[in-house]
């Protein structure tokens, strides 16, 4: 349908728009997190389940179910505490998060194992200005 070099350059530009994107949010969280000491170390907490869910995981599938259910109640409450804070200092929770363009791929260019509207729109256009 669409020629594979315009279809290329299409998806290397959501993959930078997305980077930008993630680059943008994760700059938006240190600028936060350098203002608020509270922010910061509920931060650097919210950081470190993932590598306690990967630690757990290594002791042995015994009991898993219920060390990672744990480690999520904890993580969920940490995560509560932040955007509390967020919250207390005039910021939304989607203030930290990417910026998405389309909902349905969020970005990706696909949704469902299929091309996405935004990303044939944009294979349209650019194939038109070729």
């Not at 919210?46 to 590598?51: A, L, M, V």
């Not at 002791?59 to 898993?64: F, H, P, R, T």
């Not at 990706?108 to 044939?120: A, E, I, N």
């Amino acid at each position: 349908m669409f020629k594979r070099e315009i279809l290329e350059k299409v998806e290397k530009d959501f993959h930078a728009r997305r980077k930008y994107e993630e680059q943008a949010a994760a700059q938006r969280v240190r600028e936060l997190e350098e203002k608020n000491e509270a922010l910061r170390l509920l931060g650097l907490q919210k950081r470190s389940f993932g590598p306690m869910v990967l630690a757990e995981s290594l002791k042995g599938k015994e009991g898993l179910e219920a060390r990672v259910a744990k480690i999520r109640a904890e993580h969920a409450a940490v995560s509560a505490a932040y955007e509390k804070v967020l919250n207390d200092m005039g910021y939304s929770k989607d203030y930290i998060l990417p910026r998405i363009f389309c909902k349905d791929c969020n970005d990706t260019g696909y949704f469902q194992g299929k091309m996405c509207h935004c990303l044939k729109k944009k294979a349209i256009k650019e194939g038109y200005r070729a």
